[in-house]
């Protein structure tokens, strides 16, 4: 337990990315586009967000855990919104 291996990680979240992708495929291709789109800035909002605040406050909390999950929804449902 504990911390995740990068290469896991990375691992998940394209797996996250070509389940979203070939969720979207259903409305077609720019569909698919922008459904992954959405997971890859979402997760990259929140990797932003986790730095800074490992940075800033030397570890994270539940806090943070619960800002990086509103932070990665909010920045889903604006790339959807605006697409």
Do not use: I, K, S, W
């Not at 290469?7 to 996250?16: D, F």
Request: with cysteine; aromatic share 4%; hydrophobic share 60%.
């Amino acid at each position: 337990a504990g911390v995740v291996p990068r290469g896991r990680a990375l691992l998940v979240a394209a797996a996250v990315t070509g389940a979203a992708a070939g969720a979207g495929a259903l409305l077609g291709p720019y569909g698919m586009a922008r459904t992954a789109a959405c997971v890859v800035l979402a997760v990259g909002a929140a990797e932003l967000l986790l730095r800074h605040c490992v940075r800033r406050f030397g570890g994270v909390t539940g806090d943070v855990f619960g800002g990086l999950a509103e932070t990665a929804a909010t920045t889903a449902l604006v790339v959807l919104a605006l697409g």
